[in-house]
């Protein structure tokens, strides 16, 4: 609740257009976010499984 009241104060210095603007930039930003966490549990997955394949193969 307290944020759609900041969010309602916020929003009355902006145009509609400028609201959009700044929601379209924050939803493409939290999408980059995601996409980076994924990339980097995959290099992380791709790194562990390495690791374990040269320790079995060392034995």
Known sequence: MMFQSL???F???RSEEEE???SRRAFYNFI???ASCVV???VAQKKETMLL???IKGH
């Open 40 to 42: 980097f549990s995959f």
């Open 20 to 22: 959009r603007g700044y």
């Open 53 to 55: 394949t040269a320790s």
């Open 32 to 34: 980059a976010f995601l």
């Open 11 to 13: 929003s009355s210095f």
């Open 7 to 9: 969010r309602t104060i």
